[in-house]
């Protein structure tokens, strides 16, 4: 498998973990405070990032070293998409959030690859999503926080190709050092709600732990995985194409959880993600080997 298949795969991989985790696990973390959960995980997953490419340590930190713009950049990107993320999903219902931040993520790769119809149909689409499915749920503010969020991700992704180029880093080794300014962010943040909150201290137990254990693991280690190595492999476009079915697979697992359907949005969205990737569909349809034609006596 050449690292074009494996990118596939990865990128597969992470839309599967993304949308697994957000239906089976969206509610466990809700009564703990976020910034003491993403100082949980994101202090987890540096560990054990390092843990595994600790014959590479030196090599990834040299890079933030070398080349202190690009680090500085992909480092600030990333807590920056954190916290766009996050307000996006409190001012928005999460699901119709999820869905901007998507589909922005991809329509801004449509652009750069010169697909300029493909991004105006994901537009097209996405409006309608908003307009007839979301019930008004998505006001212009909260929708332009969702939209700044999908700019970030996109931007994230490309960051993290020219520091991995230049430094000749492996995914693995991007992913062990890219979370030390979210760590000093969450770190703040968890300080600030201690300090603010004195009633709080006794939240450190071992339900967190065991909280932060599962969510560090399945919402963090193996997603971000999938998503650096896949990015690193086929690039932030095909990326961005892909991962756009997460929001309709995470509809479609939500329905088989709960019983409940919102089919007119699955739909919609599904048909976008159909659109952003039909140049890889047709692709592999011209590889398909071709049936023998019969030839009739």
């Avoid at 493909?118 to 689409?125: D, F, G, N, R, S």
């Amino acid at each position: 498998m050449n690292s074009h298949q494996q990118g596939m795969v990865q990128a597969s991989g992470y839309t599967l973990a993304f949308s697994a985790s957000s239906v089976w696990l969206h509610s466990l973390g809700e009564a703990v405070h976020p910034f003491v959960l993403l100082f949980g995980t994101t202090l987890m997953a540096t560990v054990f990032y390092n843990a595994v490419g600790f014959r590479h340590f030196v090599k990834s930190h040299r890079a933030i070293i070398n080349t202190p713009f690009w680090y500085a950049c992909t480092a600030t990107c990333l807590a920056l998409l954190w916290i766009v993320t996050y307000y996006s999903l409190i001012l928005a219902p999460p699901t119709i959030a999820l869905i901007v931040v998507f589909m922005v993520e991809a329509m801004i790769a449509a652009c750069v690859k010169r697909r300029f119809i493909t991004a105006i149909a994901t537009l097209v689409a996405l409006t309608a999503i908003i307009t007839v499915f979301a019930d008004h749920a998505l006001t212009v503010y909260s929708g332009l926080v969702a939209a700044i969020g999908g700019v970030l991700a996109y931007s994230y992704s490309k960051l993290s190709i020219q520091l991995a180029r230049r430094n000749a880093l492996s995914g693995m080794e991007v992913l062990s050092i890219r979370y030390y300014c979210l760590l000093l962010l969450s770190l703040a943040g968890s300080i600030a709600f201690f300090e603010f909150e004195p009633n709080h201290r006794a939240v450190i137990n071992e339900n967190l732990l065991i909280t932060i254990c599962i969510l560090g693991v399945f919402n963090t280690i193996i997603p971000n995985f999938c998503s650096q190595n896949a990015v690193i492999n086929i690039g932030a476009e095909r990326f961005s194409f892909i991962s756009s079915f997460a929001p309709a697979l995470t509809f479609a697992l939500g329905g088989l959880h709960t019983g409940q359907w919102d089919v007119g949005i699955m739909i919609s969205v599904f048909i976008a993600a159909i659109i952003l990737n039909l140049d890889m569909f047709t692709g592999v349809m011209r590889r398909l080997p071709r049936l023998p034609r019969i030839r009739h006596q």
